[in-house]
């Protein structure tokens, strides 16, 4: 089973990004591709939604981000798996 602490926002993660949905600014993500390559781009966030027991950023674009994928936001560290 994987560990659903690094699959799901925390409550307080939860709140930050609820406040980019609210205010529709533009944001900085940093995160970490399929391949594992490091990516940053420049987006509103859409959504923030879980599917099977995993959560997701939905990107303005229409990028869909696994949030275990996702290191910052607007230069806020999300999570330990940024190394």
Sequence with gaps: MPNPSSATASYSVQG???EFLSS???TEVVYRDAAGQICLVHDVIRDLF???GQDFLLLGRGTMLPFDHVITIDGQLLSDSAG
Aim: no cysteine; charged share 35%.
């Design 24 to 26: 529709g600014r533009l």
């Design 50 to 52: 879980s599917r099977a």
């Design 16 to 18: 930050i990004i609820r």
